[in-house]
């Protein structure tokens, strides 16, 4: 896999009674791999504000560690059958989420990665919704097909 990467991100969240949300962004990011973890970096922008967050995506086997800093400050474990807690710092204060993951699958090919990682979403101890993301990552010359 190359340095320069785009990565598609599409996340579903099916809360109680209200339906689905599903969201989709395409970014360009770069890409690394270290001691068995692929690591991708990115920056991010948020609506009606002038500051960026910076993210960083771990994956390694059957875990996924989310950290963004800037605007926005978290580190979220996404780990196969656990729960992790986290404070959320956000513009708008801070939040206690808890992420308890079901299922992490990585699929790897020479200029493909896809991570699909199922989980319950809680803030301050309160179930919010089921959550499913999906990421891919391509050397940018290849483009990224909408999934």
Do not use: W
């Not at 809360?15 to 969201?23: F, H, I, K, M, R």
């Not at 989709?24 to 692929?38: C, D, F, L, Q, V």
């Not at 990682?117 to 179930?127: F, G, K, P, R, S």
């Amino acid at each position: 896999m190359t340095k320069e990467v785009l990565l598609s991100l599409k996340g579903l969240q099916m809360e109680q009674g209200d339906g689905a949300e599903e969201l989709e962004t395409i970014t360009p990011a770069r890409y690394y791999h270290k001691n068995g973890s692929h690591y991708i970096v990115y920056e991010e922008m948020t609506e009606g504000f002038s500051d960026t967050t910076r993210n960083i995506i771990r994956v390694q086997d059957s875990c996924v560690e989310v950290s963004k800093k800037g605007l926005v400050n978290v580190r979220m474990l996404f780990e196969q059958n656990r729960k992790n807690i986290t404070s959320y710092l956000t513009p708008y204060g801070n939040i206690l989420i808890g992420v308890d993951t079901g299922s992490v699958q990585v699929q790897e090919k020479e200029n493909q990665i896809k991570v699909e990682v199922a989980y319950t979403l809680e803030a301050n101890y309160q179930y919010l919704a089921d959550c499913k993301i999906e990421m891919e990552l391509r050397p940018r010359e290849e483009g990224i097909r909408l999934m």
